[in-house]
C-alpha cells in the first residue's frame, strides 16, 4: 500500500481532509499507522464544547496543527454542571475530561495583581487572561466551520473592546464555508 509509505505530514493533511467523523474513524481502523495518524488528533479535535476557562484552549495555543483540526467550537458557561438536563454536557478530547469534570476554582488573573477584596474584578481580570488564550487559539483554527458562545458570565465587550476586537479578528481568520 503505498499511502503507508508517505511521510507523516502528508498522512495528516488526508486526515485532515475528510470531514465525515465516520469516514476518519474507517481510515484510522484501516491500520494500525493510520490509527495514530488519526486518533486522537483528528477524531478528539473536531468538536470542542467547553467552558471559556478550560485548560483545553491553551493546548490547542501551544499545538497549532491541532487546532487545525477543529471544525465545530461552544464556548460554554462554567455553570453547566447544573443544569445537566437542559444544556450539553461539554466535548473535550479525553486528556482534558478530568479537568472539565472538576473544573478547578478560578485562579487570579496573571496580568496583573488583583486585590481579593473586589471579586468582581478578579473574575473579570481571569475571563480577559482566559479570552486572550482563547482569541490566540481560535485564531489557530484555519478550518472552523461553526462558532457558538453561550457563554452569559464573561466580560463586558464594553468595558474592554480590545478582547471583543481580537475575538472578531480570531473568527474573522477561519475559513468560509
Request: with cysteine; proline share 7%; hydrophobic share 40%.
Given at each position: 500500500?503505498?499511502?503507508?509509505?508517505?511521510?507523516?505530514?502528508?498522512?495528516?493533511?488526508i486526515a485532515s481532509a475528510i470531514e465525515s467523523p465516520a469516514d476518519l474513524r474507517n481510515l484510522?481502523?484501516?491500520?494500525?499507522?493510520?490509527?495514530?495518524?488519526?486518533?486522537?488528533?483528528?477524531?478528539?479535535?473536531?468538536?470542542?464544547?467547553?467552558?471559556?476557562?478550560?485548560?483545553?484552549?491553551?493546548?490547542?495555543?501551544?499545538?497549532?496543527?491541532?487546532?487545525?483540526?477543529?471544525?465545530?467550537?461552544?464556548?460554554?458557561?462554567?455553570?453547566?454542571?447544573?443544569?445537566?438536563?437542559?444544556?450539553?454536557?461539554?466535548?473535550?478530547?479525553?486528556?482534558?475530561?478530568?479537568?472539565?469534570?472538576?473544573?478547578?476554582?478560578?485562579?487570579?488573573?496573571?496580568?496583573?495583581?488583583?486585590?481579593?477584596?473586589?471579586?468582581?474584578?478578579?473574575?473579570?481580570?481571569?475571563?480577559?487572561?482566559?479570552?486572550?488564550?482563547?482569541?490566540?487559539?481560535?485564531?489557530?483554527?484555519?478550518?472552523?466551520?461553526?462558532?457558538?458562545?453561550?457563554?452569559?458570565?464573561?466580560?463586558?465587550?464594553?468595558?474592554?473592546?480590545?478582547?471583543?476586537?481580537?475575538?472578531?479578528?480570531?473568527?474573522?481568520?477561519?475559513?468560509s464555508p
Amino acid at each position: 500500500m503505498i499511502l503507508v509509505k508517505s511521510p507523516f505530514e502528508t498522512l495528516d493533511l488526508i486526515a485532515s481532509a475528510i470531514e465525515s467523523p465516520a469516514d476518519l474513524r474507517n481510515l484510522g481502523a484501516t491500520c494500525k499507522l493510520l490509527h495514530f495518524v488519526v486518533s486522537p488528533s483528528h477524531t478528539q479535535y473536531r468538536e470542542i464544547r467547553a467552558p471559556l476557562l478550560s485548560p483545553v484552549w491553551r493546548a490547542l495555543t501551544e499545538n497549532c496543527s491541532l487546532a487545525q483540526n477543529v471544525r465545530v467550537v461552544e464556548v460554554q458557561s462554567t455553570q453547566v454542571r447544573q443544569f445537566p438536563d437542559r444544556v450539553d454536557g461539554p466535548i473535550v478530547p479525553v486528556a482534558f475530561l478530568e479537568s472539565i469534570v472538576k473544573q478547578e476554582p478560578k485562579e487570579k488573573g496573571k496580568d496583573r495583581v488583583i486585590s481579593a477584596e473586589d471579586p468582581r474584578t478578579a473574575n473579570n481580570a481571569v475571563d480577559l487572561a482566559a479570552g486572550r488564550i482563547f482569541v490566540v487559539a481560535l485564531k489557530a483554527m484555519v478550518n472552523l466551520i461553526l462558532f457558538r458562545w453561550t457563554e452569559k458570565h464573561v466580560t463586558r465587550p464594553s468595558k474592554h473592546a480590545d478582547s471583543k476586537e481580537a475575538l472578531e479578528a480570531g473568527l474573522m481568520s477561519c475559513r468560509s464555508p
